[in-house]
Each structure stands twice: as structure tokens, then as C-alpha cells.
Nanobody
């Protein structure tokens, strides 16, 4: 059974940092493109970042460029989202998603075109 489990969320003050993890079980993330998405109450889901299966290609929403960094460790079957300089508007449930296609080694999307989703982890940025 394919499963993605997010962790690392929590409460942090503005300007602080968190590192989210997306761990896969039941399958290898090799060749899978991974996306991170977030959704705040009353708001639409937003694509935050993505990374291709090879790790060579990444993408970021304008709202997080320069603050968030996505990376992957295929030996640990895990993808990370390092979030720095957090703002209250970053508060949301963050979910990771995975998809493998004939081009996923080279390309990724921050659109929710993924078939495998985790349950999410809450990130709250507040003083």
C-alpha cells in the first residue's frame, strides 16, 4: 500500500524555521516527482513547491521563493521542505503528494496533478 506521511509541523514564531518531512512507505520514491501543497481555512489549496524524480528540477510558488527549499534523500525515501523566515500567512495544513510519469525524473508541477497524497501536517506561525 502506497503511503506518504508528513511530519515536522508545529507552532513557530514569525521569522522562525521548520523542516517538514514527507516519508514514503510501501513504495520507493525513485523517479517520483513530489509536490508540497498547503491549505489554510477558507482558502484554496496552493502549490508551494515541487521536485522532480532526479532532483534536478524544482519549483516554488512566488509567495515562498527565497524562503523555502525543497530537497530529497532517496536513500531515506524522504522529501524535505525547509521553511525559513516564516510568516503568519504561511499558516496552513501542508500535504505532500507523489506522482510518477515518463517525464517525472525531469519535471515537476506545483499544480495538484498527483495521485498519491499524504494526510498533512499543521504549520502555525504566530507570536
Amino acid at each position: 500500500q502506497l503511503q506518504l506521511v508528513e511530519s515536522g509541523g508545529g507552532l513557530v514564531r514569525p521569522g522562525g524555521s521548520l523542516r517538514l518531512s514527507c516519508a514514503a512507505s510501501g513504495f520507493s520514491l525513485d523517479h517520483y516527482a513530489i509536490g508540497w501543497f498547503r491549505q489554510a481555512p477558507g482558502k484554496e489549496r496552493e502549490g508551494v513547491s515541487c521536485i522532480s524524480g532526479s532532483g534536478a528540477s524544482t519549483g516554488y510558488a512566488d509567495s515562498v521563493k527565497g524562503r523555502f527549499t525543497i530537497s530529497r534523500d532517496d536513500a531515506k525515501n524522504t522529501v524535505y521542505l525547509q521553511m525559513n523566515s516564516l510568516k503568519p500567512e504561511d499558516t496552513a495544513v501542508y500535504r505532500c503528494a507523489a506522482e510518477v510519469t515518463h517525464y517525472s525524473d525531469y519535471y515537476c508541477e506545483t499544480k495538484p496533478l498527483y495521485n498519491n497524497w499524504g494526510q498533512g501536517t499543521q504549520v502555525t506561525v504566530s507570536s
